[in-house]
């Protein structure tokens, strides 16, 4: 009989066990060294970016660290399921393969996540309707989003403070033990500013480590609409003028004409502004890791790039507050042949970063 009730609770322990075991390595990292602040610098390869303005919170190796384990941590849900990597997924440009990222209990947000990386060159808000100034400011609100993690962020700091690992790290990173939702999103900050993507093939290609081939060369042009004796008879996209320097994009709020008014369900950056000038306008997003990062627009009706082509190509829906770099393009389109369609997403996927979508200090530390 009392062999009978050790086999059952071993049964029943097994499962915390293992949960346990698997936070264990982090834990025994943290544990095996002094808890003691170091604001020791941490480095960043900005490529061929600028230099970017740190402002007031200059990334450190204790709050990167930091950042990355809140931001895989998936206590800050109300049941321990979900984290900020569940809905923004490194080997997918740190977006969502889903068209609505999947809350706790199943619940489906408003519209698809964006990607997270480069994020020290965004410099207009965040979120696809700019309702979050600063990138602190948006770590937190998918914790307390009812679609989301549906969490307060006075429970978070309670099950981080009866955490081995959290108090440790928090001495590390801040200089003492205490726990504070505002830390928490400096160091998510910190986490996020540290991803930055800038080895893909067109970077090297600019820096004389690789050539493209003549159709990525062909889509290159048609991109920037640049003249090329090369490719005489070729028309441009100008996909440029909306998705221009390093980052491809251009910080800005823009109706791309996805509907017409009485299907514009989703008001957009009006909804934050308040003016009828921004319905239907979301964020520019960056088109580097493109090929990584569908389905694509605000509510990921796009499932492949050669519908999101197609679109610009001759699909723009003019309405109130279209923007007008697009509203061109219902007269006549792109007049994009074929060809061109195959060369011009050739290129977008030179965008693509391999480095970054395996770089180990990104990934999931549990």
């Not at 990386?117 to 602190?136: V, Y």
């Not at 930055?196 to 889509?219: C, F, M, P, V, W």
């Not at 007049?335 to 290129?347: G, M, R, Y």
Request: proline content about 4%; charged content about 25%.
């Amino acid at each position: 009989m009392k062999l009978k009730k050790s086999v059952v609770l071993i049964a029943l322990l097994t499962p915390l066990v293992f949960s346990l075991c698997k936070r264990e390595p982090e834990i025994a990292i943290n544990m095996s060294n002094n808890a003691a602040y170091d604001d020791t610098p941490y480095d960043l390869d900005y490529g061929r970016f600028a230099e970017p303005d740190m402002g007031d919170n200059a990334l450190t190796i204790e709050g990167v660290k930091l950042g990355r384990l809140l931001f895989y941590e998936t206590q800050l849900s109300k049941d321990n399921s979900i984290s900020c990597g569940s809905c923004h997924i490194q080997e997918k440009g740190f977006s969502d393969p889903n068209r609505l990222s999947e809350g706790v209990d199943g619940s489906l947000g408003k519209r698809q996540a964006m990607p997270v990386f480069n994020m020290l060159w965004h410099t207009n808000e965040f979120f696809w309707d700019g309702r979050a100034h600063l990138l602190r400011d948006q770590s937190l609100m998918p914790i307390q989003d009812d679609l989301e993690m549906k969490e307060t962020l006075e429970n978070v700091v309670i099950k981080l403070n009866a955490t081995t690992l959290y108090p440790i790290q928090f001495i590390k990173a801040f200089g003492d033990s205490e726990i504070t939702s505002e830390r928490m999103s400096l160091a998510m900050e910190q986490f996020m500013n540290s991803i930055i993507s800038n080895q893909s093939k067109y970077d090297k290609y600019l820096d004389g480590q690789a050539s493209l081939t003549d159709s990525e060369e062909r889509g290159r042009i048609l991109f920037s609409a640049e003249y090329n004796p090369g490719f005489p008879n070729l028309s441009g996209a100008d996909c440029a003028h909306c998705h221009g320097g390093n980052n491809f994009d251009n910080n800005r709020y823009m109706n791309n004409g996805l509907d017409s008014e009485p299907n514009q369900t989703d008001i957009g950056r009006e909804a934050v502004t308040e003016d009828p000038k921004d319905r239907a306008a979301f964020k520019v997003p960056s088109l580097r890791n493109i090929e990584l990062t569908a389905p694509y627009m605000h509510d990921g009706r796009f499932t492949t790039l050669e519908e999101v082509v197609d679109h610009y190509d001759h699909g723009i829906v003019i309405s109130g507050s279209v923007d007008p770099a697009l509203a061109f393009s219902t007269q006549t389109g792109l007049q994009l042949s074929d060809q061109d369609k195959i060369d011009l997403i050739s290129f977008l996927k030179t965008l693509t970063d391999e480095e970054m979508i395996a770089d180990e200090r990104f990934s999931d530390p549990f």
